[in-house]
Protein backbone atom coordinates (compact mmCIF):
# COMPACT_ATOMS: atom_id res chain seq x y z
CA UNK A 1 0.00 0.00 0.00
CA UNK A 2 0.87 3.45 -0.84
CA UNK A 3 1.29 5.78 2.11
CA UNK A 4 -0.12 9.39 1.37
CA UNK A 5 2.84 12.08 3.48
CA UNK A 6 0.38 14.76 4.56
CA UNK A 7 2.86 16.79 5.68
CA UNK A 8 2.63 19.73 3.64
CA UNK A 9 6.04 20.32 4.44
CA UNK A 10 7.43 17.03 2.90
CA UNK A 11 5.16 17.46 0.04
CA UNK A 12 6.58 19.92 -2.12
CA UNK A 13 8.83 21.25 -4.78
CA UNK A 14 7.21 18.47 -7.61
CA UNK A 15 3.78 20.01 -7.46
CA UNK A 16 4.84 23.83 -7.86
CA UNK A 17 7.58 26.15 -7.78
CA UNK A 18 8.12 28.36 -5.29
CA UNK A 19 8.53 32.10 -6.15
CA UNK A 20 11.31 34.30 -5.43
CA UNK A 21 10.44 36.31 -1.75
CA UNK A 22 12.63 39.69 -0.16
CA UNK A 23 14.03 39.15 3.28
CA UNK A 24 10.96 41.18 4.49
CA UNK A 25 8.40 38.48 3.74
CA UNK A 26 10.02 35.32 5.43
CA UNK A 27 11.41 37.11 8.58
CA UNK A 28 10.20 36.01 12.08
CA UNK A 29 9.71 37.69 15.74
CA UNK A 30 9.09 35.11 18.73
CA UNK A 31 8.96 35.83 22.01
CA UNK A 32 9.00 33.85 25.17
CA UNK A 33 9.22 34.47 28.86
CA UNK A 34 12.47 32.71 30.58
CA UNK A 35 11.98 30.58 33.89
CA UNK A 36 13.55 29.23 36.56
CA UNK A 37 14.37 25.69 34.59
CA UNK A 38 15.73 27.32 32.38
CA UNK A 39 19.09 29.00 34.27
CA UNK A 40 21.16 28.07 36.41
CA UNK A 41 20.75 28.72 40.58
CA UNK A 42 21.72 32.04 40.00
CA UNK A 43 18.97 33.18 37.85
CA UNK A 44 21.31 33.56 34.49
CA UNK A 45 19.52 31.18 31.49
CA UNK A 46 21.95 28.69 29.72
CA UNK A 47 23.16 29.66 26.51
CA UNK A 48 21.88 26.30 25.14
CA UNK A 49 18.56 27.64 26.10
CA UNK A 50 19.06 30.69 23.77
CA UNK A 51 20.33 28.68 21.31
CA UNK A 52 17.44 26.19 21.40
CA UNK A 53 15.34 29.58 20.60
CA UNK A 54 17.30 31.04 18.08
CA UNK A 55 17.96 27.75 16.22
CA UNK A 56 14.07 27.79 16.58
CA UNK A 57 12.91 31.08 15.32
CA UNK A 58 15.73 30.73 12.42
CA UNK A 59 13.78 27.55 11.23
CA UNK A 60 10.65 29.32 11.17
CA UNK A 61 12.43 31.93 8.84
CA UNK A 62 13.88 29.12 6.68
CA UNK A 63 10.94 27.21 5.84
CA UNK A 64 8.62 30.33 5.44
CA UNK A 65 11.11 31.65 2.42
CA UNK A 66 11.36 27.61 0.80
CA UNK A 67 8.08 26.64 1.61
CA UNK A 68 9.83 22.87 2.27
CA UNK A 69 11.44 21.25 4.84
CA UNK A 70 14.75 22.83 6.26
CA UNK A 71 16.88 21.62 8.46
CA UNK A 72 20.34 23.52 10.61
CA UNK A 73 23.99 22.37 8.90
CA UNK A 74 25.65 25.47 10.95
CA UNK A 75 25.55 28.15 13.31
CA UNK A 76 28.43 30.42 13.63
CA UNK A 77 29.10 33.56 15.25
CA UNK A 78 26.90 33.00 18.13
CA UNK A 79 27.87 35.62 20.59
CA UNK A 80 26.36 36.04 24.52
CA UNK A 81 26.70 39.54 24.73
CA UNK A 82 24.73 40.02 28.17
CA UNK A 83 23.16 37.94 30.29
CA UNK A 84 19.70 37.05 30.07
CA UNK A 85 17.62 36.60 33.53
CA UNK A 86 14.91 34.64 34.87
CA UNK A 87 11.65 36.73 34.58
CA UNK A 88 13.46 38.07 31.36
CA UNK A 89 11.30 38.20 28.11
CA UNK A 90 13.30 37.27 25.47
CA UNK A 91 12.24 38.21 22.11
CA UNK A 92 14.09 37.11 18.78
CA UNK A 93 14.50 38.67 14.99
CA UNK A 94 15.43 36.78 12.64
CA UNK A 95 16.02 37.46 8.81
CA UNK A 96 17.73 35.66 5.68
CA UNK A 97 20.82 37.37 4.20
CA UNK A 98 21.79 34.81 1.41
CA UNK A 99 20.48 32.00 -0.59
CA UNK A 100 22.81 29.96 -2.74
CA UNK A 101 21.57 26.95 -3.77
CA UNK A 102 20.09 24.40 -1.49
CA UNK A 103 21.73 26.80 1.16
CA UNK A 104 20.63 30.26 3.54
CA UNK A 105 21.80 32.07 6.03
CA UNK A 106 19.34 33.38 8.58
CA UNK A 107 20.70 36.24 10.97
CA UNK A 108 19.06 36.50 14.64
CA UNK A 109 19.57 39.19 17.02
CA UNK A 110 18.07 38.43 20.56
CA UNK A 111 16.85 41.19 22.93
CA UNK A 112 15.93 40.70 26.48
CA UNK A 113 13.68 43.24 28.23
CA UNK A 114 13.24 43.54 31.70
CA UNK A 115 9.57 43.84 32.34
CA UNK A 116 9.87 45.99 35.74
CA UNK A 117 12.06 48.58 34.14
CA UNK A 118 11.16 47.96 30.55
CA UNK A 119 14.67 48.34 30.15
CA UNK A 120 15.88 46.37 26.68
CA UNK A 121 19.51 45.20 25.76
CA UNK A 122 20.93 43.08 23.03
CA UNK A 123 22.18 40.11 24.55
CA UNK A 124 23.01 37.75 21.76
CA UNK A 125 23.58 37.15 17.87
CA UNK A 126 24.21 34.45 15.57
CA UNK A 127 23.92 33.21 11.65
CA UNK A 128 22.29 29.63 11.32
CA UNK A 129 22.74 28.18 8.12
CA UNK A 130 19.74 26.04 6.85
CA UNK A 131 19.53 23.80 4.02
CA UNK A 132 16.36 23.09 2.04
CA UNK A 133 15.23 19.34 1.91
CA UNK A 134 12.78 17.44 -0.94
CA UNK A 135 10.50 15.01 0.92
CA UNK A 136 13.32 12.88 -0.05
CA UNK A 137 15.31 14.41 2.73
CA UNK A 138 18.26 15.72 -0.12
CA UNK A 139 19.41 19.24 -0.88
CA UNK A 140 16.94 20.85 -3.20
CA UNK A 141 16.84 24.22 -4.30
CA UNK A 142 16.06 27.48 -2.65
CA UNK A 143 14.00 30.07 -3.94
CA UNK A 144 16.05 32.83 -4.78
CA UNK A 145 15.93 36.11 -2.56
CA UNK A 146 14.36 39.36 -4.36
CA UNK A 147 16.77 42.38 -2.89
CA UNK A 148 14.51 45.03 -2.50
CA UNK A 149 16.81 47.29 -0.55
CA UNK A 150 20.20 48.46 -0.06
CA UNK A 151 20.08 47.48 3.03
CA UNK A 152 18.98 43.67 1.65
CA UNK A 153 21.87 44.31 -0.73
CA UNK A 154 24.17 45.01 1.64
CA UNK A 155 23.24 41.91 3.59
CA UNK A 156 23.38 39.90 0.87
CA UNK A 157 27.01 40.71 0.13
CA UNK A 158 28.17 40.11 3.32
CA UNK A 159 25.99 36.85 3.64
CA UNK A 160 28.16 35.29 0.03
CA UNK A 161 31.86 36.38 1.93
CA UNK A 162 30.73 34.30 5.15
CA UNK A 163 29.31 31.55 3.26
CA UNK A 164 32.70 31.17 1.39
CA UNK A 165 34.22 31.44 4.68
CA UNK A 166 31.81 28.64 6.16
CA UNK A 167 32.44 26.27 2.74
CA UNK A 168 36.17 26.56 3.44
CA UNK A 169 36.00 25.86 6.91
CA UNK A 170 34.07 22.78 6.14
CA UNK A 171 36.91 21.58 3.72
CA UNK A 172 39.27 22.24 6.37
CA UNK A 173 37.39 20.11 8.98
CA UNK A 174 36.65 17.19 6.75
CA UNK A 175 40.21 17.05 5.28
C1 LIG B 1 21.58 18.76 5.25
C2 LIG B 1 22.29 17.54 4.70
C3 LIG B 1 21.24 16.59 4.05
C4 LIG B 1 23.24 18.02 3.62
O1 LIG B 1 23.93 16.93 3.15
P1 LIG B 1 25.37 17.11 2.48
O2 LIG B 1 25.85 15.78 2.09
O3 LIG B 1 26.20 17.97 3.36
O4 LIG B 1 24.96 17.88 1.17
P2 LIG B 1 25.86 18.81 0.30
O5 LIG B 1 27.32 18.59 0.50
O6 LIG B 1 25.30 18.68 -1.11
O7 LIG B 1 25.53 20.26 0.83
C5 LIG B 1 24.23 20.82 0.68
C6 LIG B 1 24.33 22.30 0.93
O8 LIG B 1 24.64 22.50 2.31
C7 LIG B 1 25.76 23.36 2.41
N1 LIG B 1 26.47 22.99 3.63
C8 LIG B 1 26.74 21.76 4.08
N2 LIG B 1 27.43 21.82 5.24
C9 LIG B 1 27.55 23.13 5.54
C10 LIG B 1 28.14 23.85 6.61
N3 LIG B 1 28.75 23.23 7.62
N4 LIG B 1 28.07 25.19 6.61
C11 LIG B 1 27.45 25.84 5.59
N5 LIG B 1 26.87 25.22 4.52
C12 LIG B 1 26.94 23.88 4.50
C13 LIG B 1 26.56 23.09 1.14
O9 LIG B 1 27.43 24.15 0.84
C14 LIG B 1 25.43 22.98 0.13
O10 LIG B 1 24.96 24.30 -0.19
P3 LIG B 1 24.48 24.72 -1.67
O11 LIG B 1 23.54 23.64 -2.15
O12 LIG B 1 23.77 26.01 -1.45
O13 LIG B 1 25.68 24.85 -2.52
C15 LIG B 1 23.09 16.75 5.79
O14 LIG B 1 24.24 17.52 6.12
C16 LIG B 1 22.27 16.48 7.03
O15 LIG B 1 21.30 15.72 6.99
N6 LIG B 1 22.65 17.11 8.16
C17 LIG B 1 21.91 16.98 9.40
C18 LIG B 1 20.88 18.09 9.49
C19 LIG B 1 20.16 18.06 10.80
O16 LIG B 1 19.66 17.04 11.22
N7 LIG B 1 20.12 19.20 11.48
C20 LIG B 1 19.51 19.32 12.73
C21 LIG B 1 20.54 19.50 13.79
S1 LIG B 1 21.28 17.98 14.31
Known amino acids: MNEINNNPLQNNSENF ?4 KSPEESSAEVIVRMFPSDANPAGNVFGGEILKHIDMVAGIVAQRHSQSNAV ?3 MDSVNFIKPVFVGNVLKLNARINYVHNSSMEIEVRAEAEDIVTGIKTVTGTAFVTFVTLDKNGKPSHTPKL ?16 RMEGRLKHRKKSNT
Open 17 to 20: TIKA
Open 146 to 161: LLKNDEDRKKFEEGKI
Open 72 to 74: TVS
